[in-house]
């Protein structure tokens, strides 16, 4: 706990007030350290039984042990942990936050920390001796029928021998994986227990930054990801020699393709759900993950005024976006829309941008000239901000760094140097494989001339980034907002009067996916090109953005829609 | 698109491949050998269920890439191929043979000759009867350059002989070639395909050593086997045959007549129209009209003077004798709508004039009969060469006016 002397009378004898503060209780002195809710009230006090049990059964062959799949994961999460550690983020995380969500999950799913491990009370299927002939052909119906997942086990054949308990499993299996429980693992019927998945892990980890309120948005964490500062890809080299992976944990460990935001944060939805997780901690004004926050970081990266934050902050509270309870995740509490922070953020600045500049294809360079003009004219010292330069150069950037990441797609590298083998018998042949590889690798790589993989880039928050020292005018934040802006009654407003909503109505959001369909087309360019922008810097689809610019516009439009519905979708404000 | 964010490994080596692709069709082959060793890694992954599997795509573009790239040598790309012949069984001969292609187009006829054998020595299992015609033809090209090494040893004998010296060592050696070359040559024409060069060599050797109906029967078969492609080659290699053989003007007509069917504007077609002309049969006459004609539809043979000396003597030959007019108004008149733009124009007749005399006066000739004494081609040859006091002109002046009467009913 808390062990500091207090500033005052230099005694350590501290209590917590009611708001969760440290005061002193010698001299009532109250300090500014708020004790971090570290809930373990979520794991029920069930006996312990921990995974790794003593002995261990070492295999004849190979040094290997006996290890399971949890195990594997385990290792997985703790890499990551370090990873983000190394990344700035506080060590609690890895030992205590992640740490504690792992077990109660291990024990939620009667893996672990529970009276009986999941694996002995199933029965094992495995295909008796004659047919297990696995060689480098995965496709034979044994383990075409793992791998496939079939849901009715009617489908084996009929000379299967049932493995009762786990050291037969561990025999008839181990041709399969190298883990004990693999073939268990994939079996369908484990789909209630919230089965863990490599994708799951990083649902762990934002969960657990969410939980600590860390400064990485999701989009960022998986960024990182994809640029390598956090184990996913491959991280299966990490596993030390006798855990040998082979057979069906490839399946489980092997990861070829980029982790979907989606699909994580989905998952990171249901994991707290299954947990039983409380509220979260509170995602208050001075939150990284508050989107007045936020929109400071986008904005800025996405090279526009500093202006435009009264914007956002003024969208912001008018519907109610940035209050605690909207913002704060309550896991399992299905009737309100679950935050994506970053979408958010990013959603809002396009509608301030929409606000301000319509985003027609007509008035934005309309009101660029007219600020064009009164630049010419400006006396003040500071420029107004124009909306064709900041697209000439933003364009710019943003296509150079788009083909860049469009070629880095093209090489990027998904094997590692520890080779992976379906089975021993494969094992020759893998290697084999794998000297070729990288025999071309070197044949060709001379021939590429200079150009040699440079190191991995470090870490970035930033991907795109404008400095005001440039004297080449490229950089607009300190651009003023005075030159589209007027005054009426002493305040000044938007000299837009208009404003186009991107629907009329929203799609169930549950029954088709989305709020509202986005098809470039049917849209400005100018707003597409805004949305590019924010697809390209948080990675992900134009659509996810637009429908949070929908569901914006939608509150803040709210009550003229109520009245307007029949109507065209240009209003007055 | 750009737009995609997902990725996952199929995607990202397409993405590689179009990259690649894209590289090459514009010949920047450091860039294509950049994006090849990003594309590599694809060879651990199954591709079974795919029509051209990686390893074909990687064999395929750094042959590509070895070949035209600059600083690659010949040590690399031999390198290179013995490594894609390891990467698919079921590729093996096919790889060895391209590999052996490579090796004679940059002249190492020696190792393309050990490829050849070792490739030849190579068993495995049924893949080695699947791949039977791979095979066939590895035996071929290796017969190939027995035959080049036996034509080595003959020229080399023939120099000594020359000098009275007979070297037993060499003519043995060259026996051997020709017994080697020999047994692989026959076999591979026997599969009906396109072996042009494998008979000429085969029927070389044998003409050598004197079997000439072993000789015969093959270019025969060659030609008039239904079950091998049309080739006018065939038609060609035997005429040549026959030709050296001395054999009558009837078999070598024979011979020349299918190739007339096949391809009107082969160059022996003047050869060809020279004989018909002579034959005392009319049919052969009428068809030396046919082909002659049939040749100077073609823009190749637009300034061809021997051609057109063909046809002038017997079109003149014809008018004077008055006998068989028909034959050539029945040529003429599917001709008579686009010769004289093609042919007989004035600016042709200006450039003929001025380039080659004697083009220019069969051609006037030949107009002159067609077209009549008032056509452009025939009025401004015939004037410039009489102009020229050039005697022939002089005569064919007097000549297509004489029979100007027998011309129109041509024309008309």
């Known amino acids: 706990d808390f062990n500091e002397r207090c500033a005052q009378c230099s005694e350590v004898n501290w209590g917590l007030t009611d708001g969760g503060r440290y005061y002193c209780r010698s001299c009532h002195n109250v300090t500014e350290r708020a004790r971090e809710v570290v809930n373990t009230d979520f794991m029920t006090n069930s006996r312990v039984q921990t995974i790794s049990k003593g002995l261990r059964k070492q295999e004849k062959n190979g040094g290997g042990c006996e290890w399971y799949v949890c195990e594997g994961f385990q290792l997985v999460l703790k890499k990551q942990a370090e990873a983000l550690e190394a990344l700035g983020v506080c060590s609690q995380m890895k030992d205590e936050i992640l740490c504690n969500f792992w077990r109660c999950y291990l024990q939620k799913s009667k893996q672990a920390y529970c009276n009986r491990p999941a694996g002995e009370t199933v029965k094992a299927l495995s295909v008796c001796e004659s047919s297990t002939d696995v060689d480098s052909e995965p496709d034979r119906p044994s383990l075409l029928h793992l791998l496939s997942l079939s849901e009715s086990e009617g489908d084996l054949q009929t000379d299967c021998s049932f493995a009762s308990s786990m050291s037969k499993v561990s025999e008839s299996t181990s041709m399969y994986s190298g883990s004990v429980d693999g073939s268990l693992y994939l079996m369908k019927n484990q789909k209630e227990k919230l089965r863990m998945t490599m994708p799951m892990t990083l649902s762990f980890c934002y969960m657990a930054l969410l939980w600590l309120r860390e400064p990485i948005t999701l989009s960022e964490l998986l960024r990182f990801v994809v640029e390598g500062h956090i184990p996913y890809l491959n991280v299966f080299q990490h596993f030390p020699e006798k855990m040998k992976l082979c057979g069906l944990d490839l399946k489980i460990f092997c990861v070829e393709s980029w982790p979907v935001y989606e699909e994580v944060h989905n998952k990171m939805l249901e994991l707290a759900a299954f947990l039983d997780l409380p509220r979260f901690p509170d995602i208050t004004e001075s939150c990284f993950l508050h989107p007045d926050m936020l929109c400071i970081k986008y904005l800025m990266e996405a090279n526009l005024p500093d202006e435009l934050h009264n914007w956002t902050c003024r969208v912001v509270k008018k519907i109610g976006i940035g209050e605690v309870d909207f913002l704060t995740l309550v896991p399992g509490n299905k009737s309100t829309r679950k935050v994506k922070y970053d979408i958010l953020a990013a959603a809002v600045i396009v509608v301030v941008l929409k606000l301000l500049f319509l985003l027609d294809d007509h008035y934005e360079w309309l009101l660029s000239d007219l600020a064009e003009e009164r630049n010419k004219n400006n006396k003040e010292g500071g420029l107004y901000f124009e909306f064709r330069k900041w697209y000439e150069v933003v364009k710019h950037a943003l296509d150079v760094e788009q083909k860049k990441l469009d070629e880095e797609r093209a090489k990027y590298v998904w094997r590692c140097e520890k080779p992976l083998f379906y089975s021993v018998k494969n094992k020759s042949r893998v290697l084999k494989r794998r000297q070729m590889v990288v025999n071309l690798q070197n044949q060709f790589g001379k021939l590429s001339g200079s150009v040699q993989r440079a190191e991995k880039p470090s870490p970035s928050s930033f991907q795109l980034s404008w400095s005001e020292e440039n004297t080449d005018g490229s950089c607009f934040h300190g651009h003023s907002l005075k030159g589209i802006l007027q005054e009426k009654c002493g305040l000044l407003t938007a000299m837009n009067p208009d404003y186009w909503l991107c629907t009329v109505k929203l799609c169930n959001e549950k029954l088709c996916g989305h709020l509202a369909h986005y098809r470039e087309v049917d849209f400005p360019q100018s707003y597409h090109f805004v949305l590019r922008l924010f697809s390209f810097l948080l990675r992900i689809q134009p659509s996810y953005i637009h429908d949070e610019v929908c569901m914006i516009e939608h509150k803040l439009f709210n009550k003229k829609l109520y009245k307007k519905l029949k109507y065209n979708t240009v209003l007055r404000k | ?412």
């Not at chain 2, 698109?1 to 010949?27: G, T």
């Not at chain 2, 003409?207 to 072993?214: I, L, S, V």
């Not at chain 2, 025969?220 to 030709?243: C, D, G, I």
């Open chain 2, 1 to 412: 698109s750009s737009y995609e964010h997902k990725l996952n490994f199929r995607r990202s080596k397409e993405a590689c491949l179009s990259y690649i692709q894209d590289a090459m069709l514009q010949k920047q082959w450091k860039r294509a050998a950049e994006f090849l060793t990003f594309y590599v890694e694809s060879l651990e992954k199954d591709y079974s269920r795919e029509q051209i599997g990686p390893s074909e795509m990687i064999w395929r573009i750094g042959t590509e890439i070895l070949c035209h790239h600059s600083r690659s040598s010949m040590k690399e790309f031999n390198c290179f191929m013995e490594q894609m012949k390891t990467l698919g069984v079921k590729r093996y001969l096919k790889v060895c043979l391209e590999h052996v292609f490579h090796l004679l187009c940059n002249g190492q006829i020696d190792e393309a000759y050990q490829n050849l054998s070792l490739a030849e020595s190579w068993r495995f299992g049924e893949q080695t009867a699947i791949q039977n015609k791979e095979m066939k033809l590895i035996q071929a090209y290796r017969g190939l350059l027995d035959y080049y090494n036996w034509s080595k040893q003959k020229n080399i004998l023939l120099e000594h002989g020359l000098d009275g010296f007979a070297d037993l060592s060499v003519e043995q050696e060259m026996h051997s070639c020709f017994r080697k070359a020999v047994m692989n040559l026959k076999e591979i024409i026997k599969t009906p395909g396109v072996w042009d060069l494998f008979v000429k060599c085969y029927v070389d050797l044998l003409e050598f050593y004197g079997d000439h109906n072993e000789a015969r029967q093959v270019l025969n078969e060659y030609a008039y086997n239904s079950r091998f492609p049309a080739n006018p080659n065939a038609h060609v290699y035997l005429y040549q045959f026959l030709k050296r053989q001395g054999e009558s003007k009837k078999s070598l007509i024979s011979a020349l007549k299918i190739l007339h069917d096949i391809v009107p504007s082969h160059e022996l077609m003047i050869d060809f129209n020279t004989m018909l002309q002579k034959s005392k049969k009319r049919k052969k006459r009428r068809l030396g009209l046919e082909v002659i004609f049939a040749a100077l539809d073609y823009a190749g043979w637009k300034e061809n003077v021997k051609a057109w000396s063909c046809l002038a003597r017997q079109v003149k030959q014809i008018v004077i004798s008055e006998k068989y007019l028909d034959w050539i108004k029945e040529e003429w008149s599917s001709r008579k709508d686009w010769w004289p733009a093609f042919h007989f124009s004035r600016y042709l007749a200006k450039r003929n004039w001025q380039e080659n005399e004697s083009l220019s006066y069969e051609k006037a000739l030949v107009a002159g009969i067609l077209l009549g004494k008032d056509c452009k081609y025939f009025k401004y040859v015939s004037h410039q060469g009489c102009k020229a006091q050039v005697k022939r002109f002089r005569m064919l002046k007097k000549f297509v006016n004489r029979h100007n009467l027998v011309c129109l009913r041509i024309s008309g």
